[in-house]
T-cell receptor, first 113, second 114 residues
Framework: GESVGLHLPTLSVQEGDNSIINCAYSNSASDYFIWYKQESGKGPQFIIDIRSNMDKRQGQRVTVLLNKTVKHLSLQIAATQPGDSAVYFCAELPGDSNYQLIWGAGTKLIIKP | DAGVIQSPRHEVTEMGQEVTLRCKPISGHNSLFWYRQTMMRGLELLIYFNNNVPIDDSGMPEDRFSAKMPNASFSTLKIQPSEPRDSAVYFC????????????FGDGTRLSIL
């Protein structure tokens, strides 16, 4: 699947609040999921990943939740900071491939001062 | 630690010219990927190498595109001849090839073909 970049969903959050970015994935056989952050002029930066045998994983200020029943993935960012402004992509790895990522459309996160 | 290193960061050239993009993967990573990103199509996988061998080049758009990986620390993506529709940001990424490993991206080459 291809991600479509023309009309990026946008999420505006007040600095200091928590952000929740959602992603619906397509393949029920996918068993590995990744969140990337892409700042302007940079490449996608790995944030956190989760395997299908888990439903929650925490990192530093970030938490990923996986709901396999409804094929839904979310990224929670605690105490959002100006440096969190970026486009966030989810990506899934189908069970029949160890390299062909399927990318979500991306969500643009804007931090209001 | 050094991440994936790409050069040049920006390239502007006239159509018909040959363009060569370069990538140095993270040391120890044995999988390497070339992607293209545009507003219209998002991120597209062009080619995937494992242990320096091209495994999947089905994403390479045309014969004008070619990629090589002569050793574990260097890869090139070449476009010859270039066309305006090749204008995009080209990313290189690398990963460990064991199952369920994240791909790590360079900061890309912004290519403009006039």
């Amino acid at each position: 699947g291809e991600s479509v970049g023309l009309h990026l969903p946008t999420l505006s959050v007040q600095e200091g609040d928590n952000s929740i970015i959602n992603c619906a994935y397509s393949n029920s056989a996918s068993d590995y999921f990744i969140w990337y952050k892409q700042e302007s002029g940079k490449g996608p930066q790995f944030i956190i990943d989760i395997r299908s045998n888990m439903d929650k994983r925490q990192g530093q200020r970030v938490t990923v939740l996986l709901n396999k029943t409804v094929k839904h993935l979310s990224l929670q960012i605690a105490a959002t900071q100006p440096g969190d402004s970026a486009v966030y992509f989810c990506a899934e790895l189908p069970g029949d491939s160890n390299y062909q990522l399927i990318w979500g459309a991306g969500t643009k996160l804007i931090i209001k001062p | 630690d050094a991440g994936v290193i790409q050069s040049p960061r920006h390239e502007v050239t006239e159509m018909g010219q040959e363009v060569t993009l370069r990538c140095k993967p993270i040391s120890g990573h044995n999988s390497l990927f070339w992607y293209r990103q545009t507003m219209m199509r998002g991120l597209e996988l062009l080619i995937y190498f494992n242990n320096n061998v091209p495994i999947d080049d089905s994403g390479m758009p045309e014969d004008r595109f070619s990629a090589k990986m002569p050793n574990a620390s260097f890869s090139t993506l070449k476009i010859q001849p270039s066309e305006p529709r090749d204008s995009a940001v080209y990313f290189c990424a690398s990963s460990l090839s064991s199952l369920n490993q994240p791909q790590h991206f360079g900061d890309g080459t912004r290519l403009s073909i006039l």
